[in-house]
């Protein structure tokens, strides 16, 4: 079994930051695209940035130049940066992990629990 477990979230002021961390663990062989969604009440959840095994990234409009996501296959750990929060970035941020258990076993989709963000004065 493979577990998504987030960390990072809460509640910070227009124009602060906060950093997201996603630890993928259990029966990993290899991770492939890892990224962040976000999903605002009443909303449908969307891509916020995704970064490819190769390091190619992508970032929705919304976010550029505000926000960096990077991560670290020692630890199989996706993380975000997000910078000059505005009060619509304010949403349950969820982590998504294309994980193979073992070298014969397809890529599967894996989810975090999510993680609430609250942008507020």
């Known amino acids: 079994q493979v577990h998504l477990v987030e960390s990072g979230g809460g509640l910070v002021q227009p124009g602060g930051s906060l950093r997201l961390s996603c630890a993928a663990s259990?029966?990993?062989?290899?991770?492939?695209?890892m990224a962040w969604y976000r999903q605002a009440p009443g909303k449908q959840r969307e891509l916020v940035a995704l970064i490819t095994s190769g390091g190619s990234i992508n970032y929705a409009d919304s976010v550029k130049g505000r926000f960096t996501i990077s991560r670290d296959n020692a630890k199989n750990t996706v993380y975000l940066q997000m910078n000059s929060l505005k009060p619509e970035d304010t949403a349950v941020y969820f982590c998504y992990a294309r994980i193979a258990w073992s070298y014969r076993d397809p890529l599967r989709t894996f989810w975090g629990q999510g993680t609430q963000v609250t942008v507020s004065s």
């Open positions: 259990g029966s990993i062989f290899s991770i492939d695209d």
